[in-house]
């Protein structure tokens, strides 16, 4: 089951060719998952995140490029 916050963070879902789900985090849900695995731990940041550790581990290795992209479509919204 997917929290109220990771669901609000979720873009958009796709079934993968394995058949199982695909999960698109915005910017800003990243650098929180970051920020709190700076401060206590990768393992709590995923289990708070409900994201496996790898992906904890991928997003703090590539903030900087994380942080750039959040500022660069910043006021940016979904276009109709």
Avoid: C, P, T
Avoid at 12 to 32: P, Q, T
Avoid at 55 to 71: D, V
Wanted: proline letters at 0%; glycine letters at 4%; a positive charge.
């Amino acid at each position: 089951m997917i929290s109220l916050v990771a669901m609000s963070s979720l873009h958009d879902a796709a079934i993968s060719h394995k058949g199982e789900k695909r999960r698109n985090y915005d910017m800003s849900f990243k650098l929180e998952a970051i920020e709190y695995a700076e401060r206590v731990s990768n393992n709590a940041a995923a289990k708070k995140s409900k994201v496996e550790m790898k992906r904890i581990r991928e997003w703090r290795k590539n903030k900087q490029s994380i942080a750039e992209l959040k500022e660069k479509h910043k006021g940016q919204g979904r276009k109709k």
